[in-house]
């Protein structure tokens, strides 16, 4: 999980550090409809972020705007992991935070687990 171990700089480690203090504290903070599991951080974001454990077939739900958006997850998704809202093409820009967070490395179709086994950070790539 640490943004070190993908060979990422300090900013992006500074940006896990305040994601991390932001999911510990949300409940007391952000309180967050129950329904709801997954979270879209910029509307700009071709992923969310899941609040618990997804289980293959299960349902993501999270919020975009005002309208509750549902995928169905295509394989387990762990607690505070990336689920495609969308098919990401090989090569294809992958948006977290509204920023550039890496590159699809493969085709990954919607509702599949994002993680670094599919995509490569923007300094790998330089």
């Known amino acids: ?3 070190t171990g993908l060979g990422l700089g300090a900013d992006s480690l500074r940006i896990e550090v305040v ?8 409940a007391e903070v952000f309180p967050m409809d129950k329904s709801m599991n997954a979270i879209l951080i910029h509307n700009d974001d071709n992923v969310v972020t899941t609040t618990e454990l997804l289980q293959a077939g299960s349902v993501a739900r999270y919020q975009k705007d005002e309208v ?3 995928i169905v997850s295509r394989e387990e998704i762990p607690k505070f992991h990336k689920i495609a ?3 990401i093409e090989k090569t294809k820009p992958v948006y977290k935070y509204g920023q550039l967070i890496g590159e699809a490395l493969e085709n990954i179709s919607k509702g599949s687990h994002v993680h670094d086994h599919n995509i490569a950070s923007p300094k790998e790539k330089s």
Do not use: S
């Not at 994601?19 to 949300?26: G, I, L, N, P, S």
């Open 1 to 3: 999980m640490l943004a």
């Open 85 to 87: 809202v969308a098919d």
């Open 68 to 70: 509750v958006v549902e």
């Open 19 to 26: 994601e991390w203090v932001f999911w510990h504290f949300r």
